[in-house]
């Protein structure tokens, strides 16, 4: 898959604080890519260098692998980083009619298609400022959404929301990049939400990008085990290599074994070991989430 977006070493400062520091992120066309970080981390920074609303320190954005002059992207951005930009006062159609007009847009049929994939169709004349918070939202990446762009990037769109607010957002994001085609930069952290949908990630700590993977690596790395307590542990791990053919296994001190695969089958790793006779004192199957992934990653809490 080509890269629609890359940065490289890009920087910014403000006095001697570094807010971004070489940070590198790729992000192939397609993706639905997760900016992970804690508040402060330099997600917001990176975002609006890329929708050229600050300028860089050092460093270079690149757009399909040209060098991107500031200002001046060669491809189509759509970006919700701070300013809503909502007229309060007019409903959702008149809001997005506007900027179109703005833009010089009038591809017949599209704001409707706009208002359907953002569930805003049957609001009528209710006015922006009478929406709550979700619908606020969804009208504010609808008008992100009016240039069509190739590149959409949400800065924490579903921060303050409700649950239900933030699966309508996260179904909505995976219908525009599925159906739009856009590309999506998304910031948040609110990791096990991004789990959900993005397929790329990159987690960023004091302006530093520590790292990019795949939802794939994700699902690799992510490591469950099973954890067995015994004070006949030697017995169990024969059992285990014997019985279930495992090899990935592991003792902790003299009465614990961490049993690193095989973790869909802890059913039939307790029947056997029930029916060989053998003595369990604990017994737990443990998932690390994406959260728990990530505070390894840091070293630390995600706020
Ligand atoms: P949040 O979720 O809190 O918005 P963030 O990850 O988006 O966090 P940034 O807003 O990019 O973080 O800020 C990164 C660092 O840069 C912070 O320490 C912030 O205080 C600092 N910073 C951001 N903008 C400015 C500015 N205009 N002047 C001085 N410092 C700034």
Aim: proline content about 3%.
């Amino acid at each position: 898959m080509s890269e629609l977006l890359s940065t490289s070493k890009l920087s910014k400062r403000y006095g001697k604080k570094f807010a971004l520091h070489d940070a590198d992120i790729h992000i192939p066309q397609g993706e639905i890519y997760g900016l992970i970080g804690r508040n402060g981390a330099g997600k917001t920074t990176l975002l609006k260098l890329i929708n050229s609303q600050i300028t860089a320190t050092s460093g270079e954005i690149h757009l399909k692998g040209q060098k991107m002059r500031f200002g001046v992207p060669t491809i189509r951005i759509g970006a919700l980083v701070e300013s809503p930009g909502l007229y309060p006062d007019c409903s959702a159609r008149e809001n997005l009619v506007y900027k179109a007009i703005a833009l010089g847009h009038n591809k017949p049929g599209y704001i409707d298609r706009l208002l359907s994939i953002v569930e805003l169709s049957d609001t009528g004349k209710k006015k922006a400022k009478q929406f709550s918070l979700g619908m606020k939202q969804r009208l504010s990446i609808a008008l992100a959404l009016v240039d069509d762009p190739e590149l959409l990037i949400l800065d924490e769109p579903i921060n303050g929301m409700d649950p239900q607010g933030i699966k309508d957002i996260r179904e909505m994001l995976v219908k525009i990049n599925r159906e739009m085609g856009a590309t999506i930069l998304i910031s948040s952290h609110i990791l096990d939400e991004l789990a959900k949908f993005a397929t790329r990630y990159g987690i960023i700590k004091d302006g530093k990008v520590l790292r990019e993977f795949t939802r794939e690596q994700l699902e690799q790395e992510n490591r469950s085990d099973i954890r067995i307590e015994s004070p006949q542990i030697e017995q169990i791990e024969a059992a285990l290599r014997e019985g279930m053919a495992f090899t990935r296994m592991q003792r902790q001190g003299d009465n614990t074994l961490l049993v690193q695969e095989g973790v869909e089958r802890h059913e039939q790793v307790s029947r056997l070991l029930f029916d060989k006779g053998l003595y369990v004192s604990q017994f737990y199957v443990r998932h690390e989430s994406l959260e728990d992934y990530f505070m390894g990653l840091t070293g630390g809490t995600v706020q």
